[in-house]
């Protein structure tokens, strides 16, 4: 049965969404429009409150109406099908929610909506134009997902996630047999995204994309109302939120790429990583110069700029990952839902509106009568937020240039301009003097802001440049650090660490309320440092010492053969030196639902294009049995894990569980890593080559061989040895009666430094004959037992051959890179602190200027008694 009435009622929702933004947006601006009368005001004011609480509820409809249709599975709905299916554990049913574009958009949608629902009960007295500004956003943000197409013009206007699979695939052969065709299952969540990190990190970085529109709003506000200085104090705390919850949603994306990609690092300067980051290095610019903008008059200047910069920014992102122009460029971004001109219109509107409006303003802000000196706080944040603005101005020039080469084709020219072709080195070329300058910013700053050192005074800052010198000495003789820009980055970094902790051990003595700046920067400061030793001081472990080429293929090749020489073949059962490792790859495993780790493939027969696995023996782990011989049991069936043992020159082994996934959606076969994690180091493992575990293994022609007992005979550049022959009461896949008959031989396989045995069997049963065959995958062999010649004594064996099962791996180790994850921890708990601190500075003075605001209560006159 269709389900049509969940999918005709959540369409209808996005449209009262969209219409409620609307109104919404005129009723607020017709409260915030000066010159009407107190009674109008408030009564415009009501109405829009009243409509954008429809809003809100037509909204979370939208949500639960689209969460429905993908929880129960209705694959009718193409984006049901699409993004999901019967497979997924709830976690990962969720994530595919936002998997694609509509539900992403609907994500951000919902975030705004709550926002602007505090927003209402929080700021009253900024409640009208703030809320038009937000409403406005909201109505250009459902447009995107409202599926509706004009009559007369054929202008469709957003893309709904509530089409039926007939109605965006109306070809499909299927619907011809049988109109009402729904998919028993679909497609399913892209293996790549079903990480636990994936079901929070959309949503905090959708938080952080919305956040940001809090302080744009009051910018804009306050040039609407002319409350030039007023917007900050509301502004700030919020803009530090943003700041805090981007930086969050970053840093949880960073460590998702670690964890599950295979390019060997958390950042890899891709367009779509560069658009998020750029935002919010604007707006950590912006809140510093917010911090000074109610005393200093170009600051409350460089303020308006770079909030609105903020907001246009995280637009601009948007138009860039959405409307496929990173297409080539990133395999992040999304496709072309033909929204491109919708984007373009968003963008524009905002920038025309925000610029314009500032431009009109600019006349009425005020001046500075007197230029900044050199030693004022105001110059050192300044020179900071001039050189964050720098830092985000080259990454987004460059990440730009897909776009440049669209804008000359629809001008008809080609500029074939290329984004770099190893952007890595590209972006830290630039990105590794930005940070080595703002880094030392944050230390010198402080001593300023905090009033330790300035003109005549400058000796203060002797005694940490002094002790961060000698550290530095140290580690960069104990590290043996040799390039003179990591030299230049780690000085300036412990400088940082040094500067910023005296004052923090200053501050802590008075009110240590006041420490979330100090925090904040050393948390940066040693980022940089895990950064600057996990990414220029890789070492790469498995080093291919055999002197023979593992693959001619282009990937391998490259860079003189780089690949090819940081590779190493591992053979299935056969110890190989790696460094100071010797490593044995001992299975292939997969990962079920319910039980704990992972088993041997061996254990289970997978069910092709399902979720579940027959147990071909008991399954169990530690002492408990989860599972009986012939059992179904679920699993996840794109993952296979290669169980490798390290063992260490002190004797003491360890397993890595590196992974690989049949990923048809990223060209067939992708590996994640696994990583054994040490205080000093990671040691970061990942499969580049396997054979595919889900195919047939091929199998030369038969080759026969007849022999005696005890003879020897040669297969490939193996000596086998047919050591006997004996009886046997059990083989394994079939059951003997007590008139049945079976025997086993046992072969010797030798090969180079180790012998296997193989026991092929030969039954007869019911006077039929059997044979059970023996495989090695060790040896990529298989062998069966043909015949027995009563009279000659000799027996006959067919010997098949096969590629042997190998996996081609590649290890690194990471030093220092608990720095970099200890750095973001700090560097939150700093962004927390000094959050709380302005909200509560804010409510503190919001609430002292409600109460000077309010009628004083009558006094009722006391009656005296004689």
């Not at 369409?11 to 933004?21: E, P, W």
């Not at 491109?340 to 001046?367: D, E, H, N």
């Not at 309320?513 to 940089?528: E, Y």
């Amino acid at each position: 049965m269709i389900h049509n009435t969940i999918g005709s009622a959540g369409h209808l929702l996005v449209i009262v969404a969209f219409v409620t933004a609307i109104l919404a947006t005129f009723a607020y601006f017709k409260a915030g429009i000066a010159g009407g009368t107190v009674e109008e005001t408030q009564s415009w004011k009501k109405f829009a409150r009243a409509v954008f609480w429809v809003h809100l509820a037509a909204v979370i409809g939208v949500v639960f109406s689209l969460y429905w249709i993908i929880g129960n599975h209705y694959f009718e709905y193409h984006y049901a099908w699409k993004n999901s299916s019967l497979s997924l554990p709830t976690g990962y049913t969720i994530s595919s929610f936002w998997q694609d574009q509509e539900g992403s958009f609907l994500l951000w949608i919902f975030w705004n909506v709550v926002l602007g629902a505090t927003l209402i009960f929080t700021n009253r007295s900024w409640e009208a134009p703030v809320m038009t500004v937000f409403a406005l956003v909201q109505a250009f943000l459902t447009s995107m997902i409202l599926g509706v197409v004009i009559p007369g013009l054929d202008l469709k206007i957003g893309s709904t996630p509530f089409l039926l699979l007939k109605e965006v695939m109306p070809d499909l052969p299927v619907y011809k047999m049988d109109p009402n065709f729904i998919p028993k299952d679909g497609n399913g969540l892209n293996p790549l995204l079903q990480n636990y990190w994936m079901v929070i990190h959309p949503p905090t970085l959708f938080l952080g994309f919305a956040s940001t529109l809090i302080p744009f709003s009051f910018a804009i506000a306050g040039l609407w109302t002319k409350r030039i200085h007023e917007w900050i104090r509301p502004a700030l705390p919020w803009s530090l939120f943003s700041a805090l919850v981007l930086g969050v949603g970053i840093l949880m994306g960073a460590y998702w790429a670690y964890e599950t990609l295979n390019f060997g690092s958390y950042w890899n300067w891709d367009p779509v990583e560069n658009s998020s980051i750029v935002p919010w290095i604007v707006l950590v610019a912006a809140v510093h110069v917010m911090i000074i903008a109610r005393r200093n008059a170009t600051a409350l200047k460089t303020s308006f700029i770079l909030t609105i910069a903020t907001f246009v920014l995280v637009l601009y992102s948007t138009f860039m990952t959405r409307s496929g122009v990173l297409g080539n460029a990133s395999v992040h971004s999304f496709t072309d839902l033909g929204l491109s001109g919708q984007l373009l219109i968003y963008l524009f509107t905002f920038i025309i509106v925000a610029v314009g409006l500032l431009v009109y303003r600019w006349k009425s802000l005020p001046s500075d009568e007197e230029e900044v000196s050199t030693y004022s706080q105001e110059f050192w944040i300044f020179i900071g937020a001039t050189l964050l603005c720098l830092s985000g101005f080259q990454i987004i020039a460059t990440t730009s240039i897909p776009v440049y080469n669209k804008i000359a084709e629809a001008f008809g020219a080609v500029l074939n301009m290329a984004l770099p072709a190893d952007q890595v080195a590209h972006y830290n070329k630039f990105q590794l003097w930005f940070f080595a300058l703002i880094i030392v910013l944050t230390g010198i700053g402080q001593y300023f802001w905090w009033k330790k050192t300035g003109k005549g005074k400058l000796q203060a800052l002797y005694n940490p440049l002094l002790v961060a010198l000698l550290i530095s000495a140290a580690v960069i003789t104990f590290k043996q650090v040799r390039d003179i820009q990591y030299i230049v980055l780690l000085t300036t970094a412990i400088f940082a660490i040094v500067a910023n902790g005296n004052i923090l051990l200053n501050i802590i003595r008075g009110n240590y309320n006041l420490s979330g700046g100090a925090i904040t920067h050393i948390g940066v400061a040693l980022m940089l440092i895990g950064i600057l030793f996990s990414s220029a001081y890789t070492k790469v472990v498995s080093i291919n010492n055999s002197g023979l080429m593992i693959s001619r293929s282009e990937e391998f090749t490259a860079n003189d053969n780089k690949e090819n020489k940081e590779n190493i073949t591992l053979w299935l059962n056969k110890p190989e030196k790696m460094g100071d490792y010797m490593l044995t790859w001992r299975d292939v495993r997969v990962e079920p639902r319910h039980i704990p780790g992972y088993i041997p493939k061996g254990w289970v027969d997978i069910v092709e294009g399902d979720f579940h696995a027959v147990a071909l023996r008991d399954i169990e782990l530690d002492g408990k049995k989860y599972n009986k011989k012939g059992d179904t049991l679920e699993i996840f069936p794109e993952n296979f894990y290669y169980e490798i043992e390290y063992r260490e020159p002190s004797g003491k082994i360890f397993t890595l569980f590196p992974r690989v996934q049949i990923n048809p959606r990223m060209g067939g076969i992708v590996s994640s890593p696994d990583i054994q994690r040490k205080v000093d180091k990671d040691l970061y493992t990942y499969v580049s080559m396997v054979t595919n575990p889900t195919a047939e293994p091929v199998w030369t022609q038969s080759e026969n061989f007849t022999i005696n007992l005890r003879d020897t005979f040669f297969v490939n550049d193996y000596v086998a040895i047919l050591d006997n022959v004996v009886r046997t009461e059990e083989v394994e896949g079939i059951k003997l009666g007590p008139g049945d008959a079976a025997v086993k031989a046992i072969i010797r396989v030798l090969d180079k430094d180790k012998e296997f045995v193989v026991t092929p069997s030969f039954v007869i049963r019911d006077r039929l004959v059997a044979r059970k065959p023996e495989v090695s995958n060790e040896l990529g062999m298989r062998i069966q037992f043909n015949e027995i010649n009563p009279q000659t004594g000799q027996f006959t064996f067919g010997v098949n051959t096969t590629q042997r099962d190998f996996i081609v791996m590649k290890a690194t180790e990471k030093p220092l890179i608990n720095i970099l994850w200890l750095g973001t921890f700090v560097l939150v708990i700093g962004f927390v602190m000094a959050t709380i601190r302005r909200f509560r500075d804010f409510v503190k003075m919001r609430n002292k200027e409600s109460a000077a605001t309010e009628p004083k209560a009558k006094v009722k006159p006391k009656v005296q008694t004689a």
